[in-house]
């Protein structure tokens, strides 16, 4: 099987980075880490990814992603706090898609934090 790019950008294999945390072989060690994972569930519609990465608190009880949405790029703008010392962060980040034939962008500015050791989604500030 070929290895393909991972969708998020990172320039790197699916199965070295963003593949690996899906698989549940790794967690995201870094709150940008977790949002590029995030970004590359949606790209490959893996919905248990991304309940399972969502804070208990604010977590939907399904999710029904829109097949004819296909995510196209991911550029972080900015992160604050995040890393291996921090309990909380942010990350702001503009995600290109395509639906029905047109070009979209979505900009949001995210906020994480641990949930029993792991970094996981809060809500869109």
């Not at 980040?93 to 995210?110: D, I, K, N, P």
Request: charge should be positive.
């Amino acid at each position: 099987m070929v290895e393909t790019g991972c969708p998020c950008g990172s320039g790197k294999g699916y199965g070295e980075c963003c593949g690996r945390f899906h698989a549940g072989e790794a967690a995201a060690p870094t709150a940008e880490a977790l949002m590029r994972s995030r970004y590359s569930a949606y790209a490959k519609g893996d919905t248990a990814y991304l309940l399972t990465t969502w804070h208990s608190s604010t977590r939907p009880q399904r999710l029904d992603l829109d097949r004819k949405t296909r995510w196209t790029g991911l550029e972080i703008l900015g992160a604050t706090g995040g890393s291996a010392v921090h309990t909380e962060g942010t990350v702001r980040f503009r995600a290109r898609y395509a639906e029905r034939g047109q070009a979209g962008v979505l900009e949001e500015h995210s906020a994480f934090t641990r949930e029993n050791g792991r970094w996981v989604y809060v809500a869109a500030l």
